[in-house]
T-cell receptor, first 113, second 113 residues
């Protein structure tokens, strides 16, 4: 597995503002993923972030709302833009190490007021 | 729609018993399946992966896959109170990103002393 950290671990934000979440891995990985887990729900993939290319977004998610950066093989950021209370969720990054097995970071718990 | 279905539970079993968790999936193209354990307030932890029909054992855990029936299960032998958690089943499917994990909503397991 890998050691994955996320910052911040939690935040409370006002509607209309933006929050950038950081994900750091202790080894170089090709693929990093960003998920959302809404209260009482399962995980939904937002986008895949590959180093050196634009992130690929899943249906229902757009770059203007969730811009992603992937400057190197150990780091990625997800920004939640122009937040509304519906964006209150846990945001998780994950990495794919081998055989499509994904390992998750500790998550960022976001509350939007 | 590529769906992974799980009974939400809670599934209650006494300590020392076998817990049986089940999952069905709709995407016949899915070839790889994963079981994650998620404790309350924590991120998902990978416990088993299975890629071919049949059983795969790892310690107290056995994963079973039946592609003809589109069915995946997880057996936990000698269940312990520390096994009490939500268990998420996930299947790997094609997506905008190339591939993505589709998660079920999870089954809550309670192991009673």
């Amino acid at each position: 597995s890998a050691v994955i950290s996320q910052k911040p671990s939690r935040d409370i934000c006002q509607r209309g503002t933006s929050l950038t979440i950081q994900c750091q891995v202790d080894s170089q990985v090709t693929m990093m993923f960003w998920y959302r887990q809404q209260p009482g729900q399962s995980l939904t993939l937002i986008a895949t972030a590959n180093q050196g290319s634009e992130a690929t977004y899943e249906s229902g998610f757009v770059i203007d709302k969730f811009p992603i950066s992937r400057p190197n093989l150990t780091f990625s950021t997800l920004t939640v833009s122009n937040m509304s209370p519906e964006d209150s969720s846990i945001y998780l990054c994950s990495v794919d190490l081998t055989s499509s097995e994904q390992f998750f970071g500790p998550g960022t718990r976001l509350t939007v007021l | 729609q590529k769906e992974v279905e799980q009974n939400s539970g809670p599934l209650s079993v006494p300590e020392g018993a076998i817990a049986s968790l089940n999952c069905t999936y709709s995407d016949r193209g899915s070839q790889s399946f994963f079981w994650y354990r998620q404790y309350s307030g924590k991120s998902p932890e990978l416990i088993m992966s299975i890629y071919s029909n049949g059983d795969k054992e790892d310690g107290r855990f056995t994963a079973q896959l039946n592609k003809a029936s589109q069915y995946v299960s997880l057996l936990i032998r000698d269940s312990q109170p520390s096994d009490s958690a939500t268990y998420l089943c996930a299947g790997l499917s094609n997506s905008n990103s190339g591939y993505a994990l589709n998660f079920g909503k999870g089954t809550s397991l309670l192991v009673t002393p």
